[in-house]
Nanobody, 123 residues
Framework: QVPLVESGGGSVQAGGSLRLSCVAS????????LGWFRQAPGQEREGIAS???????NYADSVKGRFTISKDDAKNTLYLQMNSLKPEDTAMYYC?????????????????WGQGTQVTVSS
């Protein structure tokens, strides 16, 4: 089991920044992949960023250059720094984990999910 608890969502104006956090207890696993996903109303869930236990990262084109994923192993915490936010970034954001490397499928199947945190960007 990998319990995941997100925080840090909220409302911000376009161009602003937010940082999401996710406490992810992965310290019992040697290999893992952590990801951030989002889902807007009426749309499919989208994988936007991932990082594995070795620190390799992947980003969706929609957020590349604006969002940064990172992790603090000492705090068992995953972060998503979101800059230059746009109204189209409005969605429920989820962190997720699986106990294998991200590899060639960074946004594939994940086994564990957080409860989600809402991000709303106004124009």
């Amino acid at each position: 089991q990998v319990p995941l608890v997100e925080s840090g969502g909220g409302s911000v104006q376009a161009g602003g920044s937010l940082r999401l956090s996710c406490v992810a207890s992965t310290n019992t696993y040697n290999n893992y992949c952590l990801g951030w996903f989002r889902q807007a109303p009426g749309q499919e869930r989208e994988g936007i960023a991932s990082i594995d236990s070795d620190g390799y990262t992947n980003y969706a084109d929609s957020v590349k250059g604006r969002f940064t994923i990172s992790k603090d192993d000492a705090k068992n915490t995953l972060y998503l720094q979101m800059n230059s936010l746009k109204p189209e970034d409005t969605a429920m954001y989820y962190c997720a984990a699986r106990t294998t490397y991200c590899g060639f499928t960074p946004f594939g199947t994940y086994n564990y999910w957080g409860q989600g945190t809402q991000v709303t960007v106004s124009s």
